[in-house]
Structure formats: C-alpha cells, structure tokens
C-alpha cells in the first residue's frame, strides 16, 4: 500500500511540475515571445527557492536559475515578476489545491459521522506602506498597507480546501465565500468572527452541521416564544448549562445552547483579555460582558445523539489546528515574511509559499496517522526545508523524485511524530478517543 501511494505522489507532483505549469502557462501568457525564462523554470525556481528561503534574495534566485543552465541578471527577473506572473502563480496554486487532494480519513470514531471537519480563519501580512493605495491595511497599530488570507482548513483530509487573500482592512464578519463549500452531513467549527445567524441558515440548509462559540448580546428565545436572560439561566444553573433554544427575532433558528462555567485561572485570563481590548477601544467592559466570561458558551446543531454536551467542547477544541496550520505557514513557510516592495513579486512569493503548504500536506496525508500517533505538520514541514536542494534536483526525473520521496517519508516517520507522552496536557485526537474510550486509531 505504501508502494502504491508513493508512487502516485511522484506520479501527481511530477505531472504538476510539468503538464499543469504548460496548461496555466497557455492561459495566462506568462511567456509572450520565446524567453530563456519559461514558465516551468520560474515556477520551479521560486516555489524551490521560498521553501528553502522565505525571504530569498533575487541573487539566490537567479543561481537557481543558473544551475538550470539558464542566467539572467537581477533586473532581468525582476522585471519578470509582473501580472502574468502573478496570475501564474495564482493559477498554479488553485491547481494544486485540486491535483493535491486527500482523502477522508476515519481514524477517530467520534468525527465518523462527518464528511468532513472544517474551520475558517483568517491572518494578515503587513506590507510596505507604499502599498496603501493598493491593498488597505487594517490601521490602527497595524501597518497602513496589508493582505488578510482567509483559509478554510479540513481536519479530517488534513487539506487546505479554499483561499481568499483580501486587502487587510476587511471584516472576517463581510466573509462568507467559505459557504460555497459546504456539504451535506459536514461539521464547521466557527470562531466568533464568522458569527452570522444567515450562515447558520445557509450550513442547516444544507443538511450539514455547526459548533459556534455564543456571540452576546445575539437574542435568545425560550421554548415559550420568550426572550431568554441567559446570564439569569447561567446564575442559577451551577457549572453546566444545556438547553434547546432560537437565535433570532424573524427567522428563528433552532440550536442548543450549551454553557461549562470555567477554571478560575482561565477565568483571570479571559477578563484580563477583555479589558485590554477594551482599553485599546477607550471603553470599559460591562459587569454583563465580565460574568459571562466566566463561561464557555457554545451554541450548535448537531443532535444530542452525535455528540453529547462535553462531546460538543472536546470537537470544538479542533479549531485550534487551523492555528496551528497558520503558526505552520508563517514561522516556517514564512508567509509574513515579504521580500521587495513589488507587488507582484510579493503576491507571487506568498502563492509559491502557499504551494509548498499544500505539497507538503499532500505528502504527508497516507502516512499522517501511524503507530497510534499522529505526524506533526510542523515537524515535517521543517524536514521538507532541509531537503528544498535535493527536491530541486529531483523534479528533473520521476526516478529522482520518486528516491526523494521514499526518503522524506522514510525520515518523517522516524522524526516528525507527535510527542505520545505530554505532561501537561493529552493531543487533541487523543481526547476526542478517550471520550468514546476509543484505544487504537482505526
């Protein structure tokens, strides 16, 4: 089994590298005349190139170059970096969002009944100020100039499904093209900037599922068609609270409301949050605001029968991987890292970065769950760097490439897993099994 999808790695990626990079190229006209500097080369060069470094200069990229028998000088490429490049590089990312599939994984029991577990969010990337005009930033203490990527992440593929890259001053609450994705009998798990009670509408809709963290002061219904005094019910309800209820005044949608009253470390935490972001603001936070943050409210969908209350808390604990997908994508693919102040060449580096991501998950996805433990992306994508000047290499051969391959999978297996023994605190997948007493991943 591992033989057969080694080789459909090198048979996908090999078919990138070459056949796509044509098909784009023939869309776009990146090459007008014929040029030493095609298409494939560029593309090779500076996908290659931000693996190995984020913020690499026009000099290495043009030795690149040179070791492909090609030499142009720094201002030739970076003349080349225009907006044929920029669509070619765009054009090529959406392919590989494509050819760079996963397939579902059922390892844990409690997400079985999902087709997938997605969450969006969002990241911004400061750019230089003479960019304002072009790309608004969010202001404030944040640069005048900046980009805002929105990323919908499934966990179950472990696979980036879409990306929007807007200027940085729009609202995540404006967003709502991750909708165009949904699926029957998928779960999203939404963070309090998507809240929107017609996202909610549209998910039920279309027979798929929500888990929400409670945005306040949002109108609460009882089953006696009564608006409800949440703070009141949670007053007098002791540490947990769960009850079926409406959000909304016309059309009413119908949830579970489900409320765990805190730690009060975790408590001292989120109040101190509170009145940081209030003091950014010049306001002070209500006596309403500060008892509620003494709860973890969560309102959702899913029947009771899927997954119970403390279910609900444990599944929604997972948006803390697309954290980690961006802690990925920005400390080690550096995609804040912006080199020039050439929007082209800027766009053109996150794409290629944003490439190397989905390679990488693709790579990873048939060997992510081994030995009851789950590999790190992190890890891997670190392996992956160090291995950026034998993966340039190999892309001249399926018989490289496929050697290359069998030795990243090789050394992942034995230095990218997941720490089994925490001190502190079990994984994710490792709670979502205890929950259901599950021992081994299927």
């Known amino acids: 089994m591992q033989g057969k999808n080694l080789a459909k790695i090198c048979r996908t990626v090999m078919e990138f590298f070459n056949k796509t990079i044509t098909q784009v190229d023939k869309a776009v006209k990146f090459v007008k005349r014929e040029s030493k500097v095609g298409a494939r080369l560029f593309a090779e060069v500076l996908i290659t190139g931000c693996l190995s470094d984020p913020t690499i200069s026009l000099e290495r990229l043009c030795k690149l170059m040179k070791e492909r028998r090609v030499k142009i000088t720094k201002q030739g490429l ?3 970096f225009n907006l044929e490049a920029t669509a070619l590089m765009q054009g090529l990312f959406l392919e590989s969002l494509e050819q760079f599939k996963t397939e579902r994984s059922g390892v844990i029991d409690l997400l079985k009944p999902f087709s997938s577990v997605s969450m969006v969010d969002s990241s911004g990337v400061s750019l230089p100020a003479t960019l304002k005009d072009i790309y608004k930033g969010s202001g404030g203490a944040a640069s005048e100039a900046g980009l805002k990527i929105q990323v919908l992440f499934d966990y179950l593929k472990g696979q980036v499904n879409q990306v929007t890259i807007t200027e940085g001053s729009r609202n995540d609450q404006g967003y709502y093209d991750h909708l165009s994705q949904l699926k029957k009998d998928s779960l999203h798990l939404q963070d309090l900037g998507y809240f929107r009670l017609a996202s909610f509408a549209a998910i039920q809709a279309k027979q798929a599922y929500f888990i929400s963290r409670y945005l306040h002061p949002t109108k609460i219904i009882n089953e006696m068609n009564e608006k409800m005094d949440l703070l009141n019910e949670l007053r007098k309800s002791g540490s947990v609270f769960s009850k079926k209820i409406w959000l909304g005044q016309k059309e009413k949608i119908e949830v579970r409301l489900i409320a765990s009253r805190l730690p009060n470390e975790d408590v001292e935490k989120r109040i101190r949050k509170i009145y940081r972001s209030a003091q950014k603001k010049g306001k002070t ?8 943050a003494k ?7 899913v029947p009771e029968a899927m997954l119970n209350d403390e279910q609900i808390h444990l599944v929604y604990s997972l948006r803390w991987q697309i954290e980690l997908f961006f802690k990925l994508c920005k400390s080690e693919a550096g995609l804040a890292k912006v080199s020039g102040k050439k929007s ?3 766009l053109c580096e996150i794409y290629a970065k944003l490439i190397c991501v989905v390679m990488l998950l693709y790579f990873c996805f048939p060997f992510r769950w081994q030995d009851n433990q789950e590999l ?11 291995g ?3 993966f ?3 892309l001249k051969s399926p018989y490289r490439f496929l050697k290359f391959i069998k030795t990243f999978i ?10 089994k023994c925490r001190k502190k605190r079990r994984l994710a997948y490792q709670r979502l099994m205890d929950s259901t007493g599950q021992e081994v991943l299927a």
């Open 78 to 80: 970076h003349q080349r």
């Open 285 to 292: 936070p209500t006596k309403e605001i500060l008892e509620l």
């Open 295 to 301: 709860w973890s409210i969560y309102i959702t969908n």
């Open 344 to 346: 082209s060449r800027i």
């Open 376 to 386: 790190s992306f992190y890890k891997a994508y670190k392996a992956l760097k160090l």
């Open 388 to 390: 950026a000047p034998i």
């Open 392 to 394: 340039f290499e190999a």
């Open 410 to 419: 090789s050394d992942i297996g034995e230095f990218a897993r997941k720490d």
